[in-house]
């Protein structure tokens, strides 16, 4: 595809252009509209009988017929290189942080990397190593992360090392090693590559299944239904279900080497939050360090192009897979991808395809799994290992968790948190459904084995025991609400009000408190104790009218042990007066 | 808007339907604005020299032969202080009797504000309405409708919101706005010797429906004008975006496109992000707050208009009438102001937080009361003391005829909780129990 070819415009609607090619073109190809002193960029998404349909990555406004079009001879592509982390770029990498003026004006590209920046370079090859797509030539301390410079994605077959730059300092364009191939010839490799952000990169062994435990420090996520690194889950809400609090928390405090945010046609004034606290919020896994520093945001506002909305996603699993291939732990967030999906319907009704179910493309289930397959646990070429943890979140139409994208996502993610309007309702936060909700790594015998090692060999069957407290808890409600309080023996009352102790103090966290926000796994163990020995005990009570103060008291106690610091003074002092109120609820009605 | 000698003057049209016609022309932009048989219209689709136009008051009259000119620009607005206290049509027209505005003249519907460069949000709006100041806090740069069924009085809730919000400008964006209800706003602005700060854009339901997709934009445009150039705190009430909806559905309707839930376009969340993503707080301080009316059916959120909005915006405001008491409140439950989060307990007192949630999840265990209390269950004691609670607090707090400031809301409600409850069964933290209770 060296040979570039051109054309005009023929026809334009919204920001659909059709265009008469001269020349050869390909499916996804970029091209660039030239309106007045701007380029436009575009993406082919059709051809027909010389006519190129292509999607506009902006207003359409003033483009006329005869507007002269290049093609660039590549597809859409990511600029991959030293210099990601802490940046903020639009959907297509381009900097935000670099644009002039408070408006987005069409056509203002700016580039993905600082190209003057000088990077100390380390050297890891040595002449004569054969490698691959992918393997380490060297690296550069990009914030607290190892930035390796590896062989080039799109580079195929085997390759011998001639020579690695010394180190030193270099910037992203300069070479820093000559590899030759099979044939003998010379090929220059620098610390930048480019990558078409719509396939998957492939240099990695083998994807085994994933083992590790991911800590968020949300206790009803890696207490209940755990995600693991290399994991994926999905986070279906209506408005108001606090998705974006949630997904924000996890960003904050994951255990990840490298966050990435694809803030996918969402509200504008959540990503400024980002952009305004990551810069000043510590990063908990790295003292002394911000969080800003390991992230990346990609944003494409509601009211950016539609079309560079589909864009950023791939353009978000495609850092990531670039910074897994150095051997890291990236979490990736998306919200939401009821955006996306939005936006591939939007041009699919432009093209008059046949529209699927709700009007949606009918490809849309395979574009959505073929997605969520990207992510996954990796073992690279040099035996390291490096993972994509995918969270991405869905916004299902009027609520209802039967529409296509939702439904599409199920078959796709095996981590299910179904946020619930009900606990959304009466401030029950992360309104998280513990009975709806699923993880299917619980079932990994692979993660049971690590959690048995990490935390406690009888781990798994406590959790299944907090998740059947609540399955009792939730039908004992039920049969109060039919039959009354009085209809039904002081045991269905204290079955409920053991699942509601394990709501209050497991499920229940405060995410807006600086304690309570994060609960690191050592503290959801111990509180986890807390509740099963609470569960345990035997109160005898002589009517339900002494069951419900009791309990809100116990209850009360054990959210304040939440809210203190862990093992401080404070904390053993409520922990005391809990202790003492569940010998008064043991002894005096014995 | 005058027609040039230059402009090249068509008079073949080839196809007609309500909102649509098509004919040939050469050099012709997308979104550029035309004059069809004396009507506005603007380009919506070119297809070689095919050039199909979407005709604002409808095409009724239109014959075959009509003249089409091409204004070679898509609508603009003309922009200086002289806009304040003006009225206007959906193309910027003077409606009030007065001259046209002098200014800039500036297309509308233009980019987008560069997400790095907004500030965050941290600017308190005080109304004096506990439902909102103390449950569902506004901020300046916020965007957020009322969810209100059409016989709730959700227009004298905003006027009575935008005269306290203590706003550089306001500017009305009034689609199909019955003429009685226009007349309401004109008047209240007029009483409360406003009318210098009010810039109004408005389509009433005598006008044809399309026109209203302008109003929006219109109003935005001005409000951009004063928020950047002028830094001015601005507040755009934009009633009702059903309507808006309703018109955007109509187009897309003539103009054979599939449509996805409730017949309403697929592209439907874009075309209403796209506005409501016009609130900003810039760094130098001028903001673009928008409070919105989007009217249900019978209380029916999960309608797509509705549904695309919660998506959008930062929250929404429930009007309910408590037969209780008598009055109409904010609903508690239903509610929600996304932003507070970044004001309460920061530029409020400290306390906020806990005493809104504890407040409200009271108010949650008096509605179960009263449903056990329906279904001929016996109440306990704490069921008797929340109703109690419930109608002092929905009467006190909650009523929209409140008028208070944020500090007394609190003290307020601190009474409530020692009049009705004990320490424990309120649940706050500690440090603040031992400052305010009682």
């Known amino acids: ?590 | 808007m005058q027609t040039q000698a230059f402009q090249r003057v068509y008079t073949k049209i080839e196809q007609l339907t309500k909102a649509t016609c098509t004919l040939r022309a050469q050099d012709v932009g997308n979104e550029e604005l035309a004059l069809v048989h004396g009507r506005l219209a603007q380009v919506v689709k070119i297809m070689g020299d095919e050039i199909t136009l979407q005709v604002f008051s409808g095409t009724e009259g239109i014959p075959t032969n009509a003249e089409v000119v091409f204004f070679g620009k898509p609508p603009v607005l003309n922009v200086s202080d002289e806009l304040a206290g003006r009225f206007f049509d959906a193309f910027g027209r003077p409606i009030d009797g007065g001259p046209d505005v002098q200014g800039e003249e500036r297309e509308i519907g233009g980019p987008s504000v560069n997400p790095v460069r907004r500030e965050q949000p941290s600017e308190l709006i005080t109304t004096g309405i506990a439902g909102i100041d103390l449950n569902n806090t506004l901020v300046t740069g916020q965007k957020i409708p009322f969810f209100a069924d059409p016989d709730q009085p959700y227009n004298q809730v905003m006027a009575m919101v935008a005269l306290r919000a203590e706003a550089d400008k306001i500017i009305l964006g009034g689609m199909g706005l019955t003429n009685d209800d226009y007349l309401f706003y004109k008047q209240v602005f007029e009483n409360a010797g406003a009318l210098h700060r009010i810039v109004s854009f408005v389509n009433t339901t005598e006008n044809p429906p399309v026109e209203r997709l302008l109003v929006p934009d219109m109003a935005l445009t001005a409000a951009e004008y004063f928020a950047i150039d002028k830094n001015e705190k601005v507040l755009v009430l934009l009633t009702d975006m059903t309507l808006y909806a309703d018109a955007l559905s109509i187009v897309s309707n003539r103009m054979d496109q599939i449509p996805s839930k409730d017949s309403m376009p697929g592209s439907l969340y874009s075309d209403l992000a796209k506005i409501y993503e016009k609130a900003v707080q810039f760094e130098a301080g001028g903001s673009i707050t928008i409070i919105a009316v989007t009217t249900l059916s019978s209380g029916d959120i999960t309608h797509a208009v509705p549904d695309n909005t919660g998506y959008i915006t930062e929250g929404q405001l429930f009007l309910r009438r408590d037969t209780e008491i008598g009055k109409v409140i904010v609903d508690p439950f239903r509610s929600l102001s996304r932003l507070k989060q970044l004001v309460i307990g920061k530029k409020t007192r400290a306390d906020h937080p806990q005493v809104m949630n504890a407040a409200i999840r009271l108010y949650a265990d008096a509605a179960n009361a009263r449903t056990k209390l329906e279904n001929g269950f016996d109440l306990t004691d704490y069921d008797e003391r929340t109703l109690q609670f419930a109608k002092e607090y929905s009467d006190r707090l909650l009523a929209i005829d409140v008028n208070i400031d944020t500090t007394e809301m609190l003290n307020i409600a601190w009474q409530l909780f020692a009049k009705y409850f004990s320490k424990a069964e309120v649940g706050i933290k500690q440090e603040f129990v031992e400052k305010y209770w009682g």
């Open chain 1, 1 to 590: 595809m060296k040979n570039q070819s051109t054309g005009t415009v023929s026809g334009i609607i919204a920001n659909l252009a059709i265009i008469k090619v001269e020349g050869p073109v390909a499916q996804n190809e970029v091209c660039y509209l030239r309106h007045k002193d701007t380029d436009l960029m575009a993406e082919v998404i059709k051809i027909r009988s010389g006519y190129a349909y292509a999607q506009v990555f902006e207003s359409t406004r003033g483009i006329k017929v005869g507007t002269p079009v290049r093609f660039m001879g590549h597809l859409l592509e990511a600029t991959l290189g030293p210099g990601i982390l802490s940046r903020n770029y639009d959907g297509l990498m381009h900097d935000l942080g670099t644009m002039s003026g408070i408006f987005l004006q069409r056509g203002e590209y700016t580039d993905a990397l600082d190209k003057a920046k000088l990077w100390h370079f380390k050297p890891l090859a040595q002449p004569g190593d054969t490698v691959q797509a992918g393997a380490w030539l060297g690296e550069v301390q990009e914030n607290a992360v190892p930035h390796r410079i590896m062989v080039p994605f799109m580079w195929q077959g085997s390759f011998t090392v001639q020579s690695v730059a010394p180190e030193g300092e270099y910037r992203v364009e300069d070479e820093i090693a000559t590899l030759s191939d099979a044939s003998g010839r010379q090929l220059k490799v620098t610390m930048t590559q480019q990558w078409p952000v719509k396939q998957a990169v492939r240099a990695y062994v083998d994807k085994p299944r994933p083992y590790q435990l991911l800590e968020t420090g949300v206790r009803t996520i890696d207490t209940l239904n755990p995600i693991v690194e290399g994991g994926t889950g999905f986070i279906p809400g209506p408005f108001g279900s606090g998705k974006t609090v949630l997904q924000q928390a996890i960003s904050r405090q994951a255990d990840a080497d490298v966050v990435i945010v694809a803030a996918c046609g969402e509200r504008a004034n959540e990503v400024v939050e980002l952009f305004k606290e990551f810069p000043e919020l510590d990063d908990p896994w790295h003292p002394g360090r911000r969080l800003m520093e390991r992230t990346v945001i990609i944003a494409n506002t509601s009211n950016m192009p539609v079309a560079a909305r589909e864009a950023s996603v791939y353009t978000a699993m495609t850092i990531a897979e670039y910074y897994r291939s150095m051997g890291l732990k990236v979490l990736l967030l998306a919200d939401s991808t009821s955006r996306w999906a939005q936006a591939l319907r939007e041009m699919s009704n432009r093209m008059e395809e046949l529209p699927g179910p709700d009007a949606f493309p009918m490809d849309l289930s395979a574009i959505i799994s073929n997605f969520y397959s990207r992510a996954g646990m990796v073992r690279l070429s040099n035996n390291q290992s490096g993972s994509i943890t995918f969270i991405g979140t869905v916004s299902p139409a009027g609520g209802n968790l039967k529409e296509p994208v939702t439904e599409s996502t199920r078959k796709a993610a095996r981590c299910f948190y179904a946020l619930s309007q009900q606990r959304a309702d009466s401030k029950r936060y992360p309104a998280i459904d513990p009975i709806d909700s699923y993880s299917k790594y619980l079932e990994y015998p692979e993660l049971q084995e690590t959690l048995a090692k990490a935390i406690s060999p009888d781990w798994v069957d406590k959790v299944n025991r907090l998740k059947n407290i609540l399955l009792r808890g939730k039908e004992a409600a039920e049969q109060i609400n039919i039959l009354g309080d009085d209809g039904v023996t002081v045991d269905y009352h204290l079955t409920f009000w053991r699942s509601e102790v394990v709501d209050a103090v497991i499920l229940q966290q405060d995410a807006f408190d600086s304690i309570d926000a994060r609960t690191p796994l050592a503290r959801q163990q111990y509180m986890t104790d807390w509740v099963l020995r609470i569960c345990d005990t035997h109160f005898q009570f002589d009517s339900f009218e002494q069951v419900n103060p009791y309990f809100k008291r116990v209850v009360n106690q054990m959210k304040q042990m939440n809210y203190s610091e862990f093992e401080s003074e404070q904390f053993r002092s409520f922990e005391k007066e809990l202790e003492e109120m569940l010998r008064e609820g043991e002894g005096s009605r014995r």
